[in-house]
């Protein structure tokens, strides 16, 4: 065997043992970015609902409330997958896309969820907002890794 061989060999040994880390990491990167969304944005909500912002749980709420949430949903979604892209071990802005991917199914199945629940699951543009800017609020979370990355690079 020449020393070419022995580099691929060892190549190939290395990459299949640190595969199974890199894929939990891969993961928990996604995992934190959507665990930090949800409890930035249910805790919020607690906030909101504690000091009278919001009217209490499942009462109708006017569209003017509706619209703060999803801002700070909005904040929240990127700052979500700002983590994921943060924490992924290669290709930060793949992974803060993956985030937006799964933030889209999980936006889409809550607006199926609430289509006709009722208003105080809100009004039907509310659901419609967080589908729309699920992908677009995970390209500014992964684009401003990639900035940090970037100048980091240049320094």
């Known amino acids: 065997m020449n020393d070419t061989e022995t580099l691929k060999v060892s190549r190939r040994g290395m990459s299949e043992t640190h595969r199974p880390r890199r894929i939990l990491r891969r993961i928990g990167a996604v995992a934190a970015g959507l665990l930090a969304v949800i409890i930035l944005s249910l805790g919020t909500d607690v906030v909101m609902h504690a000091t009278g912002i ?21 904040v929240y979604a990127i700052a979500g997958s700002y983590i994921a892209a943060r924490l992924a071990p290669d290709r930060p802005m793949q992974h803060a896309l993956v985030l937006g991917v799964v933030g889209l199914a999980l936006s889409i199945a809550g607006t199926v969820g609430t289509w006709n629940a009722g208003p105080e699951f809100g009004p039907k543009w509310y659901p419609l907002a967080l589908v729309a800017t699920a992908l677009p609020c995970a390209w500014v979370g992964g684009r401003l890794r990639a900035m940090q990355l970037r100048a980091r690079a240049d320094a």
């Open 54 to 74: 919001y009217p209490p749980w499942f009462q109708p709420m006017s569209d003017a409330l509706f619209l703060v949430a999803t801002a700070y949903r909005i």
